[in-house]
Nanobody, 120 residues
Framework: QVQLVESGGGLVQAGGSLRLSCAAS????????MDWFRQAPGKEREFLAA????????YYADSVKGRFTISRDNAKNTVYLQMNSLKPEDTAVYYC?????????????WGQGTQVTVSS
């Protein structure tokens, strides 16, 4: 299992950009597919993006496709979420999660979340 810690959240104006990072501990990070989710107040947790263990495959929810980019650096045990053209409705707590299979199966680990607030 890996331990995950998100960072990079903050307050940004609409139209701005942020890059979130998710640092993983342990030497097995490269075996995991990684996902990003978010949860806004009063709403269910929403899947955003996924990256395969090698980084060669990615998948996005329609709500963020074309604006957000997921990537990973296995040498640094880190997965990223580049967020551009941010909107007030992107305000949420953002989480990374790890699972053994790309786009399938349960998540083994979750981070504690990082707050993103987009002002209008």
């Amino acid at each position: 299992q890996v331990q995950l810690v998100e960072s990079g959240g903050g307050l940004v104006q609409a139209g701005g950009s942020l890059r979130l990072s998710c640092a993983a501990s342990g030497r097995v990070f490269s075996r995991y597919a990684m996902d990003w989710f978010r949860q806004a107040p009063g709403k269910e947790r929403e899947f955003l993006a996924a990256v395969s263990w090698s980084g060669s495959r990615t998948y996005y929810a329609d709500s963020v496709k074309g604006r957000f980019t997921i990537s990973r650096d296995n040498a640094k045990n880190t997965v990223y979420l580049q967020m551009n053209s941010l909107k007030p409705e992107d305000t949420a707590v953002y989480y990374c999660a790890a699972r053994m299979m790309y786009l399938a199966g349960p998540h083994d680990s979750w981070g504690q979340g990082t707050q993103v607030t987009v002002s209008s």
